[in-house]
C-alpha cells in the first residue's frame, strides 16, 4: 500500500522560509517534491534516495534542501529565501522500486503522488 500525505504549506512573505514534510507509508529508494503554480507545468524541485544523494532543480538550489529521515519514513523540504516565484501547489512523489535518477526530478520518473500542498510567497 503506497500513501503520501504532505504537511507544512502556508502563506510567507518574501525571504522568508518554510519546511514541507510528507509522510510515506514505508521506505521507498527515492522521494521527490514537485510542484505546480496556476497554469504551469509540473515541475521537479528536488529528490533524494535512500542513501541521501540528492538532485535539485536550478531555481532551488542553495535555497532549498531536501532531506528525509528513513527511521520514520517522512521526507522534508526546508525553503529558504521564498520568492514569489515560488508559489505553488507542492506535491510529494516516490518511485516505488527504483533509486532517483541522477539527476534533477523529471515528473515521468514518478507513479506515486500525495495530494499536495499549498505555499504562497507574497
Known amino acids: 500500500h503506497v500513501q503520501l500525505v504532505e504537511s507544512g504549506g502556508g502563506s510567507v512573505r518574501t525571504g522568508g522560509s518554510l519546511t514541507l514534510y510528507c509522510a510515506a507509508s514505508?521506505?521507498?529508494?527515492?522521494m521527490g517534491w514537485f510542484r505546480q503554480a496556476p497554469g504551469m507545468e509540473r515541475e521537479g524541485v528536488a529528490s533524494i534516495a535512500g542513501d541521501g544523494s540528492t538532485d535539485y532543480a536550478d531555481s532551488v538550489k542553495d535555497r532549498f534542501t531536501i532531506s528525509r529521515d528513513n527511521a520514520k519514513n517522512t521526507l522534508y523540504l526546508q525553503m529558504n529565501s521564498l520568492k514569489p516565484e515560488d508559489t505553488a501547489m507542492y506535491y510529494c512523489?516516490?518511485?516505488?522500486?527504483?533509486?532517483?535518477?541522477?539527476?534533477?526530478?523529471?515528473?515521468?520518473?514518478?507513479?506515486?503522488w500525495g495530494q499536495g500542498t499549498q505555499v504562497t510567497v507574497s
Open positions: 512523489a516516490l518511485r516505488r522500486w527504483e533509486t532517483c535518477l541522477p539527476r534533477a526530478p523529471h515528473q515521468a520518473d514518478f507513479g506515486y
Open positions: 514505508r521506505f521507498f529508494p527515492c
